[in-house]
């Protein structure tokens, strides 16, 4: 693999890190600390500098280009702790209906990627992490489809103008579109770590637009799954480089007996180790998103890398706390956003043991 970043990485990646340095300050992300965290003014300024559709298809308006390019920007957003649903929208939603979808649903992911909307996906249903299989049901009905089932965690449902849901039907897995203002869903606020605008969503025989066939949903949703793995895994990355940046910051300036902390071997090692794990996030995230770039098979690189954005980042996140003391608790102190963020990264959509679990039957 190739670990020179390609030059849409680097353009993208200084572009959402000046705009995130700008606008996502340690005030701002005290003011948006509250249960729906969404920062209105990044999202725009995002959409506005070409951004979000950077890695969309030209045909939907976008750069064109792909998976190296959106984890760039990922990780620039973990840095940032920003509450913004680039994954979501872009990566997964306007991705997936881009790539899989008619041409009404293509319009929508030209939408998404000038931010006049936004999309998001249902992957964390229970029976769907254990089986392989949603729990929700889809029927066919003439040329029409109605959904019924509970979604859980769903991210931004309560701003979005469609998500994707994969359901069972009577001829396999699919992957469905439906409007979650549509009078037969009802969607219920739960309560995260780190205060992300994430739902509790039921549908009651919701009407639902197909996206691809019912014979490609399987591979539709095999997609929307790596995909986020990934993405969460970028997101994690930035999130811990930028925890770890400002730990070691930290011991240079706070001191005991006399002289920093960071001079002290206990703390100096637990430092060394950090910036080991983050070294080996930064690796496998890389060689996944390189090995989807290529359209090599990537579902082992997804699953390695998935797995150190959770177990590494436990080990981290926990590092960065205990070096801060009692700072690192406290609400106002900026840190505790990070450690918070990295606790979600860490779970969500499967933390270490069935990322390595999954790794295991794909070896075998």
Known sequence: MD??????????????GEICAKLVTADRVRELDTDGRFDEQLWKSLAETGVLAAALPEAQGGGG??????????????RSVAPVPYLWSIVLGAGALARFGDDAQRALAARAGAGEIVLTAALAEENLATTGTPGLTATATGDTWA??????????????????????TSGGVAVFALDPDHTSVSRTAQSIVDLAPEFLVEFDSTPAELVGTVESGAGILTWLREQAWLGLSALQLGTLERA???????TRTREQFGKPI???????????DAYIDVQGLRLTVTQAAWRVAENLPAAESIHIAKFWAADAGHRVAHT????????????????????????????????????LLALGAELA
Request: net charge negative; glycine share 8%; proline share 4%.
């Open 320 to 355: 960065v706390i205990h070096v801060h003391g009692g700072i690192g608790i406290d609400r106002d102190h900026i840190v505790h956003n990070y450690f918070t963020a990295a606790k979600h990264n860490e779970f969500a959509l499967g933390g270490a043991t069935p990322h």
């Open 262 to 272: 960071g001079a002290f071997q206990s703390v100096a090692q637990r430092l060394a």
């Open 65 to 78: 280009f792909g998976m190296l390019e959106q984890t760039a920007i990922l990780r620039e957003l973990g």
């Open 147 to 168: 959904l019924t089932g509970t979604a859980t965690t769903v991210p931004f449902a309560d701003r979005a103008e469609r998500i994707l849901v994969p359901a069972s």
């Open 3 to 16: 670990f020179t970043p390609t030059e849409a990485q680097t353009d993208l990646a200084r572009l959402t």
């Open 244 to 250: 770890l940046e400002l730990t070691a910051d930290y």
